[in-house]
Nanobody, 129 residues
Framework: VQLQASGGGLVQAGGSLRLSCAAS????????AGWFRQAPGKEREFVAV???????????DSVEGRFTISRDARDASKNMVYLHMNGLKPEDTAVYYC????????????????????WGQGTQVTVSS
């Protein structure tokens, strides 16, 4: 599977963006997925993750209630994962990466970047104050 992230941009504080991650080259229904971000001079950090089934999600504390990760609820094999971002803050500025990994269990989630072996190229999100 290959991943292609898109949807980043420049937005004012309080605004919204939707990031998309398109998977190709394999059956995406075997994969758990996640979004990570990396700001200049900082380590890559977990933002949100979702299970193969789409039924289990987790978020870092600072985005809980503002961001929503999703995949097609009717068919998790559909090759898209989204990150809906509302109430954006300047501290959300970073390059956002989507990631995926195969998962034997349908409801397992993975919150560490080391757990993922497929990465998209990243999309820049800049939030102005």
């Amino acid at each position: 599977v290959q991943l292609q992230a898109s949807g980043g941009g420049l937005v004012q504080a309080g605004g919204s963006l939707r990031l998309s991650c398109a998977a190709s080259g394999g059956y995406f229904g075997y994969y758990a997925a996640g979004w990570f971000r990396q700001a200049p001079g900082k380590e890559r950090e977990f933002v949100a993750v979702i299970s193969r089934s789409g039924e289990v999600t987790d978020y870092r504390d600072s985005v809980e209630g503002r961001f929503t990760i999703s995949r097609d609820a009717r068919d998790a094999s559909k090759n898209m994962v989204y990150l809906h971002m509302n109430g954006l803050k300047p501290e959300d500025t970073a390059v956002y990466y989507c990631a995926a990994r195969t998962s034997v269990r349908t409801n397992t989630i993975y919150t560490t970047s080391a757990a993922y072996d497929v990465w998209g190229q990243g999309t820049q999100v800049t939030v102005s104050s």
